[in-house]
């Protein structure tokens, strides 16, 4: 990702569906303009979901995501078919594509019945549009709103276009602008972020989370100080003035509390994304179940990418170790990292995830309904980690205090 570019969790993403040979992977390269998908005459060429992070006129930044094809065969395919049906849990807008000539089958009805059900924007493409069908119109299922379908050929380039622009509008309204701590601050006030620089932080950068807010902050007129927990001491007495807030990563917490006066607010980096991503009230309730845990219990902890080294070994090693710490019982812990996340959550106690920072809202909102479906508490690294330091309620106590 350049420097400059819209993080993916906050892109648009197009989920585009179809059969094995329906043309999904040419209306892609049709639509982007860009040889992203392998297009093959050969049914199955995508066997994993492929997703790309473009400009996409007249949307903006979206990821377009080709997956599998829904027709699939034998072991691997039914696996394939799966994969195809996770990537509706973060699809924001989903394109059906269906191949004209063959018409609507089994598998577009089951695809556009899970897409109607989870209350996905969709637009179905019929695609080879150039292909003579002998005047028969295409069969639409009784289900599917004529206003979201169009003809296509991507062959001939008939109505590609309109296609893209039919796409656009279903992006959904903006609602409500949205703040990571913007809304916490005045103009003129100073931020202190507090950023250890240990073996876990990535080299030479920072991370999304930490850029975002610093963003945040200046947007809102706001002077950003970052500092590692080794230097904040040091800072907070040179600074002359108290800043309007701190924000640490959850790491530091019970060393950052302890350095910095209670009548400074503090919080952290996940607590502020909980809220940014709505998910704060659910995440504070989990991270209250560390209390409850009984010999026996299984936790899963849940990593929302397979690139471990932002957050290393807190999910595996350093998290277990505080819980059991903190419990003083006999634990069970399962793991899972990137786009895996189970159905059946039934079998555990409590689910920890991370922060989730490289998964859109909808992915996030989605583990996150399965658990309250199910009645499991769910809650983040850096709520756990503050409520078993004990000061749960002071890094939350600043999100109630919005500057008005
Ligand atoms: S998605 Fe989760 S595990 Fe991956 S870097 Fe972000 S917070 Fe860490």
Redesign the pocket.
Known sequence: MSLNAVPSADRIHIGIFGKRNAGKSSIINAVTGQSLAIVSDIKGTTTDPVQKAMELLPLGPVVIIDTPGLDDEGELGTLRIRKAYQVLNKTDIAVLVIDRSAGMTAEDKRILEKIQEKKIPYVIAFNKSDLNTNGQECKLSESADPSRCISVSTLTGENIRELKELIAKQVPSAGTEKHIAADLIHPGDFVVLVIPIDSSAPRGRL???QQQTIRDILEAGGAAIAVRDTELQDTLARLGMKPALVITDSQAFKKVSAIVPQDIPLTSF?ILFARYKGNLETVVHGARTLDLLQDGDKILIS?????????ED??TVKLPGWIRKHTGKELLFEFT?GTEFPDDLGQYRLII???????NEREMKYRLQCACDQTIPITN?GTAIAHMNGILNRSIAPLNKRSS
């Not at 990593?303 to 957050?311: A, I, K, L, P, S």
């Not at 995830?353 to 998964?359: A, Y």
């Open positions: 991370i999304l989370p996940s990593e929302g990418c397979t690139h471990h080294r932002q957050c807190i999910g990292s995830h991370c922060g989730g920072c490289t998964l690294y």
